[in-house]
T-cell receptor, first 113, second 111 residues
């Protein structure tokens, strides 16, 4: 069974540029999460989807971050404009249902210059 | 509040047992997890324990939960060089289903 797929794996951009990350969850997993992992720290939740509905986006900085999961499968996380402090690893995870174990993708490492 | 704490670093000799400790603050946590992260990779789910259990064993891994002290540990028997990685403890919040992670313990296995 394929795991969570993310692309790109690495992205380098200049500040003020837009950037987008893509995630394809494990087949059949209705719950999808985006996490942010800063260097030397554990991941922190940005947003959680149940199917196509964002049910917890309280930690998402909505002035510059947006996310969508239009058909309840793939998801895209966008930053516009990017700031230097956004340099981090962006992880996508999925689970078969809320409260069940979460499986993580390899992440996208973003560097903002 | 929500907080998970781990020691930063552990060094063991190959073949010895490793014990990684974690403390958490929210007594309403339903599940507690251990994840492994190798350099440049995502988080790999190793094992988890339900809050009404006090021990779970899975091959070389043993998880102990002391709910009274809010203390979780992961024991790796016969530690191998391939076990060198960062290990994250996480608690699952029943109300929000999000995972609260510690900062990770870097395990170094010396030959």
């Amino acid at each position: 069974e394929a795991g969570v797929v993310q692309s790109p794996r690495y992205k380098i951009i200049e500040k003020k540029q837009p950037v987008a990350f893509w995630c394809n969850p494990i087949s059949g997993h209705n719950t999808l999460y985006w996490y942010l992992q800063n260097l030397g720290q554990g991941p922190e939740l940005l947003i959680r989807y149940e199917n196509e509905e964002a049910v917890d986006d309280s930690q998402l900085p909505k002035d510059r971050f947006s996310a969508e999961r239009l058909k309840g499968v793939d998801s895209t996380l966008k930053i516009q404009p990017a700031e230097l402090g956004d340099s981090a690893v962006y992880l996508c995870a999925s689970s078969p249902a809320p409260g069940r174990e979460q499986f993580f993708g390899p992440g996208t490492r973003l560097t903002v210059l | 509040g929500e907080d998970v704490e781990q020691s930063l670093f552990l060094s063991v000799r190959e073949g010895d047992s490793s014990v990684i400790n974690c403390t958490y603050t929210d007594s309403s946590s339903t599940y507690l997890y251990w994840y492994k992260q190798e350099p440049g990779a995502g988080l790999q789910l190793l094992t988890y324990i339900f809050s009404n259990m006090d021990m779970k064993q899975d091959q070389r891994l043993t998880v102990l939960l002391n709910k009274k002290d809010k203390h979780l540990s992961l024991r790796i028997a016969d530690t191998q060089t391939g076990d060198s990685a960062i290990y994250f403890c996480a608690e699952s919040m029943d109300s929000s289903y999000k995972l609260i992670f510690g900062s990770g313990t870097r395990l170094l296995v010396r030959p």
